[in-house]
């Protein structure tokens, strides 16, 4: 497809938080529960979209450690149409070359979703092209706690040095390893906050908050966002170009 313009700056890693999936069955007098199926029909939609605009990355966050706290009841469709997502489209995600990676901690997710993420990751394995990084019962604090508990295990066994801890080593600890750090987060849906999401990897990423919610987030909404981080300076600490 076109693009709708060129951005003037690279993104090669996006993260989108995809919020507003209540408020928008709510406002279709829908129950909620069809508001996060519908989320599920935008991910492969937008992921798309970013393969349009030459982004190789894109996470989505999908489900937080603090979901659990939401209805059983909505948790278990939240689930069921992750799995169904992946049942249709893994053919389309081998296809184009996308490699399936999943962060967060699998382990407590109902045994047949694990199954159907498993069976995605190990189909996608020998992908390069893209990347499609599920955030799925993720939390950032506890990625990080993790990631020290495994270095310090490394240094109590003698595998490592206390003074050979560098950014590279605690990156190379955490789920989304060999993944670069994102350029752009969005969140939709009006919320300005981060809610506990890649913190590490957002360190200097570009935020951008839109009020649309997830379900109706398609190409116009996407292009817009590439269209407020074209007007970003990424300095990185440094000084812009013109007061050097």
């Not at 948790?75 to 992750?82: A, E, G, M, P, R």
């Not at 590279?168 to 809610?195: I, W």
């Amino acid at each position: 497809m076109k693009r709708e313009i060129e951005l003037n700056k690279p993104i090669t890693h996006i993260a989108f938080i995809m919020d507003g999936n209540g408020r928008w069955a709510k406002s279709h007098g829908l129950p909620r529960t069809l508001g996060h199926k519908e989320a599920c029909n935008r991910i492969i939609e937008v992921f798309d979209h970013c393969k349009d605009y030459g982004i190789k990355v894109v996470s989505f966050y999908a489900f937080s450690t603090e979901n659990w706290k939401r209805p059983k009841s909505e948790i278990d469709h939240l689930f069921k149409y992750l799995e169904t997502f992946f049942k249709k489209e893994i053919d389309h995600l081998v296809r184009d070359g996308v490699r399936v990676v999943l962060s967060g901690d699998l382990s407590r997710l109902p045994e047949k979703t694990q199954k159907t993420c498993y069976k995605a990751i190990e189909m996608t394995k020998n992908n390069d092209t893209y990347v499609m990084n599920i955030c799925l019962n993720y939390g950032g604090k506890e990625e990080i706690t993790r990631a020290a508990r495994q270095i310090a295990e490394e240094v109590k066994e003698g595998k490592l040095q206390v003074e050979d801890i560098n950014e590279q080593v605690f990156e190379n600890h955490l789920y989304t390893r060999g993944l670069p750090n994102v350029d752009l987060l969005v969140r939709t849906s009006g919320e300005e906050r981060t809610s506990n999401f890649l913190p590490w990897q957002l360190a200097y990423a570009e935020f951008v908050f839109t009020k649309v919610h997830w379900p109706d987030f398609k190409r116009g909404p996407f292009v817009d966002c590439l269209k407020e981080y074209n007007n970003r300076n990424r300095r990185f600490g440094g000084l812009d170009n013109d007061k050097k």
